[in-house]
């Protein structure tokens, strides 16, 4: 059992009420979707890992039917006062989260550490937001139904881009065991004189880039492109240093997540969080800087790492 | 040389030009790239599975939601812009800084992992959006 298992507990709740909601409204797709979602991230622990990717595999049928609409649940809302300010809350979240992780770091079981970085990260999210959700909903004299209810619909305006992210770290695993890296490796040594270090960091960066913009996720695309690219042609091939490539090699990764709806949780949630009316808003905005700093980071490691 | 692999990402990309189901496109890319890579179903639904679990974390943005959509309704963003408002000359420079400054200390505490996906982001991202507004900033038209 994961460490983590009350969190995707939490997560699975979140789900299940949404799955509830849809079933009461009469929508069988929607009802499936996040009830064998909700079940996936509870159960996922103790079955074989093969019938958790036939269910991924059921949650991604089941996505692409036909799903109804909706209707607002809570549609009257208490005017807040306006002397009163939620701002404060909100900026307890992440002060909170960095309180609590940092608290969460120490926590220590017979001697170990019982959380790793990133699980200390995510216990620390979890128990601020649960805390400001409970304290506002005291405060501000409202149920905490009211917050409950109103994320639940929230997620539901989101939909699969709530677990897009989730989808396309599956996908990288696959690509990885199916030998993508092997075929962009050959594909390069063929296109670029491997004596022509200036194109080969181009063909690095880029490539980093524009993977990252297809998988949504500069960490699948890492291993593809540093196994197949930086690690046989760079380092070894011409000597460049290592450390330059690689760190600017993923910082190249990122530019092509500014450039990306792949990349749901950065560029299409915000956008859908605060009702922009054009989804790809984001993107539009991020889209030069995005550019610019690629080209920058092409030069970069090229003068930095270039043996001398 | 082996192409067969690269026949998923076909897939991804002709799906998500033909605006297909974006999860389901995503599914079938891994399906049909294990299949021509030579791996066994039974090998790519154990790759699936083990790749979710192992990455569940990333839907943590989900038990936010509660605790945003309670002071989303408590009138967060308009609290977000009286307190622009409030600021003497008001400037992209004036709010980014800032609030880049504190992304930064923050990840240096270690909280990389969360700091840039969207919990982090309304507060800021409102006053961005409202900021362009009032600068008649050529963003306006994305807000």
């Known amino acids: 059992m994961s460490v983590l298992w009350p969190i995707y507990l939490a997560i699975a709740l979140v789900m299940l009420r949404l799955g509830w909601r849809r079933f009461s409204a009469g929508d069988q797709a929607g009802t499936a979707f996040w009830t064998v979602l909700a079940i996936l991230f509870v159960a996922a622990d103790w079955m074989p890992p093969a019938v958790v990717g036939g269910g991924l595999l059921l949650v991604g049928v089941l996505s692409a039917l036909p799903q109804g609409k909706l209707e607002t649940l809570i549609k009257t809302v208490q005017a807040s006062e306006p002397r009163t ?102 594909l390069v040594r063929l296109a670029v004189p491997a004596d022509s270090g200036f194109l080969l960091v181009v063909a690095y960066a880029l490539g ?101 | 040389m082996d192409f067969w692999p690269a026949l998923g990402l076909l897939v991804l990309i002709a799906g998500l030009a033909l605006r297909l189901q974006p999860m389901l496109t995503v599914l079938s890319a891994g399906l049909v790239s294990g299949l021509a890579g030579g791996m066994s179903l039974i090998d790519i639904l154990n790759t699936l599975g083990e790749a979710f679990s192992r990455n569940r974390f990333l839907a943590i943005l989900i038990l936010t939601l509660p605790a945003i959509a309670l002071l989303e309704r408590l009138g967060l963003r308009e609290h977000a812009e009286r307190f622009i408002r409030g600021l003497r000359q008001p400037s992209f420079a004036r709010v980014l800084i800032p609030y880049l400054a504190i992304r930064q200390i923050f990840a240096m505490l270690g909280l990389t992992s969360i700091a840039g996906s969207a919990p982090m982001l309304p507060a800021p991202t409102t006053s961005v959006c409202f900021l362009a507004k009032t600068c008649s900033w050529r963003l306006v038209r994305y807000c």
């Open chain 1, 208 to 308: 980093m880039a524009v993977f990252t913009m297809v998988m949504g996720n500069a960490f699948a695309a890492f291993p593809v492109l540093s196994i197949g690219i930086a690690v046989p042609l760079l380092i070894q091939g011409q000597g460049y240093a290592a450390a330059p490539v690689v760190a600017i090699g993923m910082l190249s990764g990122y530019c092509g997540t500014l450039m990306t709806p792949m990349a749901a949780n950065f560029n299409l949630v915000p956008a859908i969080l605060l009702e922009l009316k054009d989804r790809n808003a984001v993107i539009k905005a991020q889209a030069p800087t995005g550019a610019a700093l690629l080209i920058v980071n092409i030069l970069l490691i090229y003068f930095l790492a270039k043996p001398a």
């Open chain 1, 85 to 186: 300010t939620v701002l404060r809350p909100a900026l307890l979240i992440p002060l909170l989260t960095v309180a609590l992780m940092l608290i969460a770091k120490t926590v220590q079981w017979q001697g170990q550490p019982l959380l790793d970085a990133t699980q200390a990260t995510l216990y620390g999210l979890a128990c601020s937001v649960l805390l400001v959700w409970w304290a506002t909903s005291f405060t501000w004299r409202v149920s905490p139904r009211l917050g409950f209810e109103s994320g639940v619909e929230v997620l539901d305006r989101l939909g699969w881009a709530a677990v897009l992210p989730l989808a396309l770290a599956t996908l990288g695993a696959v690509f990885a065991k199916a030998g993508l890296g092997v075929l962009v490796s050959d």
